[in-house]
């Protein structure tokens, strides 16, 4: 598979049209996104790379591209911030006979795109297309680890609907390729607490919205460990986001941009998929214009995350060698982005907060470096 053959999965998108057909000003956008219209655009050295698939029948919808067209029509009329950030936009895959047959036309795609090291940002579609996204990583073999934000932990077994059960299939399908599981903005009252309990037993991590919200971040660190994002709008406030039928409460816009600023800082996260759009149920657009703003951060969180140092270069960072609780370790700052990062036993070094280095210096264990060691 390759590039060229990708080719035949996709419908070209007009950008003429997106612009209300008065076409883009050169501070906008719309006018620096290398886009797939009559010819494949080059890729070679995006940053982020756009690809619409609005299938929406897992949740019992019809398949269509009137979701991921909406979103690029605000998206594209955003003001360019970012010139070292180069996006290219490939189009919506082809509506396939078969659910299934969305899926592997998604996953062929994104998989190609991955193994060229690109970042593929996915604008659905119902939320579990999430599988397709994911069944890019098991193609290549590649063990991840997975984050999903969502109000809902998708896990219900009594639905026929694949939007309402998807997660079973991510998180216990053979062979499985998902070394560790966050799942963040859950709401309490929407989520049976065994089902939190089977979770916890499977040692991955849930974080309640009202948690999140008391200090956003936290998720930065369980965020950049993370390969893989998948962002369900249900979990944005019915009043962010008019299409969230779901519920009244969870994250503002603002919160949501900084999720995804997050995600585009890490240099872990090669794809980002933003699910639960349906155009019909918007009011003015203002779902729409929403995600496309989410979609603008990560270009801003990719800016940010370019002036980041690697581990290597130790001479970018403050180094902290300590002992807690009879365990000597190591916490790294660093200087140009003030991140931190911790080592394990192993001598491997994941990401952590300033939080979890002062839990350290008053001699106590970090949870986070607890459920790490747990995991390894």
């Given at each position: 598979m390759s590039l060229d053959t990708i080719i035949d999965f996709l419908e070209p998108i007009n950008r003429y049209e997106l612009s209300n057909d008065v076409g883009f000003k050169d501070t906008q956008l719309g006018r620096h996104i290398n886009a797939y219209e009559e010819e494949f655009p080059d890729v070679s050295n995006a940053d982020m790379v756009l690809i619409g698939c609005g299938e929406m029948r897992g949740e019992g919808g019809i398949n269509n591209t009137d979701g991921p067209n909406a979103v690029r029509s605000e998206f594209?009329?955003?003001?360019?911030?970012?010139?070292?950030?180069?996006?290219?936009?490939?189009?919506?895959?082809?509506?396939?006979?078969?659910?299934?047959?969305?899926?592997?036309?998604?996953?062929?795609?994104?998989?190609?795109?991955?193994?060229?090291?690109?970042?593929?940002?996915?604008?659905?579609?119902?939320?579990?297309?999430?599988?397709?996204?994911?069944?890019?990583?098991?193609?290549?073999?590649?063990?991840?680890?997975?984050?999903?934000?969502?109000?809902?932990?998708?896990?219900?077994?009594?639905?026929?609907?694949p939007a309402d059960n998807f997660l079973m299939e991510l998180l216990t399908g053979v062979p499985n390729f998902i070394r560790h599981y966050n799942h963040i903005g859950f709401q309490s009252y929407l989520v049976h607490p065994?089902?939190?309990?089977?979770?916890?037993?499977?040692?991955?991590?849930?974080?309640?919205?009202?948690?999140?919200?008391?200090?956003?971040?936290?998720?930065?660190?369980?965020?950049?460990?993370?390969?893989?994002?998948?962002?369900?709008?249900?979990?944005?406030?019915?009043?962010?986001?008019?299409a969230n039928r779901l519920s009244p409460n969870g994250f503002t816009g603002e919160e949501a941009c900084t999720l995804m600023q997050y995600a585009g800082m890490s240099r872990n996260m090669s794809s980002i998929g933003i699910y639960g759009y349906n155009p019909s149920l918007d009011t003015d657009s203002l779902t729409a214009k929403?995600?496309?703003?989410?979609?603008?951060?990560?270009?801003?969180?990719?800016?940010?995350?370019?002036?980041?140092?690697?581990?290597?270069?130790?001479?970018?960072?403050?180094?902290?060698?300590?002992?807690?609780?009879?365990?000597?370790?190591?916490?790294?700052?660093?200087?140009?982005?003030?991140?931190?990062?911790?080592?394990?036993?192993?001598?491997?070094?994941?990401?952590?907060?300033?939080?979890?280095?002062?839990?350290?210096?008053?001699?106590?264990?970090?949870?986070?470096?607890?459920?790490?060691?747990?995991?390894?």
């Open positions: 594209y009329n955003l003001f360019h911030w970012h010139k070292n950030v180069i996006v290219a936009d490939i189009g919506n895959v082809k509506v396939g006979a078969s659910i299934q047959d969305t899926y592997a036309a998604l996953k062929t795609m994104v998989s190609e795109l991955i193994e060229q090291g690109k970042r593929v940002v996915i604008l659905g579609g119902s939320h579990d297309v999430t599988l397709a996204q994911y069944a890019a990583y098991t193609s290549l073999e590649k063990i991840i680890e997975a984050t999903c934000v969502d109000a809902r932990i998708d896990l219900n077994m009594d639905s026929v609907l065994q089902m939190l309990e089977v979770i916890d037993s499977l040692r991955f991590d849930c974080f309640r919205v009202g948690k999140v919200k008391e200090n956003i971040e936290e998720m930065e660190p369980p965020i950049r460990n993370s390969n893989m994002l998948s962002f369900d709008i249900a979990s944005i406030q019915h009043a962010h986001a008019p929403q995600i496309s703003h989410l979609l603008w951060y990560i270009m801003d969180g990719i800016h940010k995350g370019k002036q980041e140092a690697l581990l290597e270069n130790r001479d970018d960072f403050f180094e902290f060698t300590m002992a807690f609780a009879e365990v000597q370790t190591v916490f790294l700052q660093s200087k140009k982005t003030g991140r931190w990062w911790m080592q394990l036993h192993d001598g491997q070094f994941v990401a952590c907060s300033k939080l979890d280095y002062l839990i350290a210096c008053n001699n106590e264990i970090p949870e986070r470096w607890l459920r790490a060691m747990e995991r390894n």
